[in-house]
């Protein structure tokens, strides 16, 4: 199983990003899917997540601000970022976790807002 993050950048404080993650090989549509963040000198801390059923959960500080999705066509699950701000700059990081307990995770994305 291979995991592939795209779609980070550098924006301006209030614009978005849409960042994608595909999932090859495995199988995807029935494991939840996660979205991490990190910094330097900080813990990994989990952003959002999408369960199977397309459920999904968000850490306080980005309700109502990010939307994470999925399409299992496409092996693929979105987060789309809206009114960034610097706070969110960070690598973001897609997982899956199987049922067995093995987590994939991607290599990551960088994204930066500047304000």
């Known amino acids: 199983v291979q995991l592939q993050a795209s779609g980070g950048g550098l924006v301006q404080a209030g614009e978005s990003l849409n960042l994608s993650c595909v999932v090859s090989?495995?199988?995807?549509?029935?494991?939840?899917m996660y979205w991490y963040r990190q910094v330097p000198g900080k813990q990994r801390e989990l952003v959002a997540s999408?369960?199977?059923?397309?459920?999904?959960y968000y850490i306080d500080s980005v309700k109502g601000r990010f939307t994470i999705s999925r399409d299992n066509a496409k092996r693929t699950v979105y987060l789309q970022m809206n009114m960034l701000t610097p706070e969110d700059t960070g690598v973001y990081y897609c997982?899956?976790?199987?049922?067995?307990?093995?987590?994939?995770w991607g290599q990551g994305t960088q994204v930066t807002v500047s304000s």
């Open positions: 999408i369960t199977a059923g397309a459920w999904p």
């Open positions: 090989g495995g199988i995807f549509s029935i494991y939840p």
């Open positions: 997982k899956m976790r199987r049922s067995t307990g093995d987590e994939d």
